[in-house]
C-alpha cells in the first residue's frame, strides 16, 4: 500500500515552500514577533488568496475540497517555516468541527469565511492543567447560555468564532459556537512560550451559545482530537525537519581544530539520531494521513502513533539543535529558540504524549 502524496500533491508543496521561503526567512519571524504575540494579517490573507484556507472545504461552502492530503502537506510546510499565523486553531480544529459536526446552515454561514480568510477561528477545549477527557469538561450551557471557564485558548485574538466544548442540562458534552465578541466574556493575557501563538484565560458569564448538532457526547469530539492529531504531526514533523536543517548547516560551516564540526562522532551521531527519529514520525504521520484521507477504522491508533512520535521527534530536534549551536544556541539572535518555543507549545495543545499514548494503548487493547 502506498502511502505517499500524489503527484499533484507534490508539486503544490514545491509552490508552497517557494511562497513561504520569499515571505519567511527565519530572521524575519523572529523580528516580527519581538512586539510579542502577534499575527501576521497580510500573511494570512495572502494565503488565502492563494487559496490555503480552503483544501478541506467544499467547493459549494467557498473552498477548493482538494481534501486532507493537501492539508496534510501544507501543514509540515507550516511548521518549517513557522508562520505566525492562526493556521492550527482555525483549520484543524474550528474548520475540522464545523466540517465534521455542523448542520448546512452553519457550514453555510461560517465555512465560506474560513476559507477566504475573513475569519479567524479558536478552540476553546482546556480548563487549566491537565489531559483533555470527559472530566475535564466542566463548562456548562443551560438555556442557549454558556457559563464557566477555559484556559488556555490560543489564537482568541482578533478571532471571529469560537468553538467551546461544554455540557448540557442533562451532563451530555458537546461543542457551542461563540461569538468571541458577546457581552459576558472576559479574558485575561496569559504568558505563552511560543510568541507566535497568544493564549489566554477566558471566563463566560450567560453568553449565547449555538449547538453543533452532531458533536453529541466525548467519543465525538475525541474522533475530533485524531484528526487534528494527524494535522499536529504533520506540522511537528515540518518543524523537526527544519530544525535538522539548521543543525546541519551550522555544524558543516564551523570549524573546531581546523576541521567542521559536522565530522565530529559526537555532532555526527547527534545529527543522525535526530533524522531517524524525524523520519519514524514522519512514517507515522503519512499512514495518519492515510487514514483520515479515507476516514478508515484505523484512524484512532494511527493519529495517537503519529501524535507520539511527532512529539518525541520535534521536541529532541528542538533541543539538538541548541546543543549543535552550543553557547550561542541560547542566544535570543540564533533562532534556534524558534522551533524550541513552537516544539513545547504543539507538544501540550490536544493533549500531551501521555495522553496520546494512553489512548493508542487503549486502541490496541480493544
Known sequence: MNFDFSDDVTAMRREVQGFLADRLPVGTVRQFLEAGPATDRKLWAEMAEMGWLGLTIPEENGGSGLGHEALCMLAEEVGAFLPPVPFASTLYLVAEALLAFGDEAQKAKWLPRLADGSVTGAFALAEGVGEPTATGVRAQVAGGSLSGAKTPVYDLDGAGLLVVAARNETGQIGLYLVDPTAPGIERRPLRTLDLAHGAWGVEFYGVPAEPLSGAVGWPAIARLLDRAAVLFAFEQVGGGRAALEMATSFAMDRF???????????????????????????SNAYFGAWALHEDAVELPRAAAAARIAAIDAYQLAARENIQTHGGM???????????YRRSATLAGIIGGARHWRD??????AA
Not at 267 to 282: N, Q, S, T
Not at 329 to 339: I, K, M, R
Not at 359 to 364: G, H, P, W
Open 256 to 282: 573546531a581544530f581546523g576541521r567542521p564540526i559536522a565530522s565530529m562522532q559526537a555532532i555526527k551521531h547527534k545529527l543522525a539520531d535526530i533524522y531517524v527519529a524525524v523520519e519514524l514520525a514522519r
Open 329 to 339: 544556541g541560547f542566544t535570543w539572535e540564533a533562532d534556534c529558540h524558534l522551533h
Open 359 to 364: 489512548r493508542l494503548f487503549d486502541q490496541l
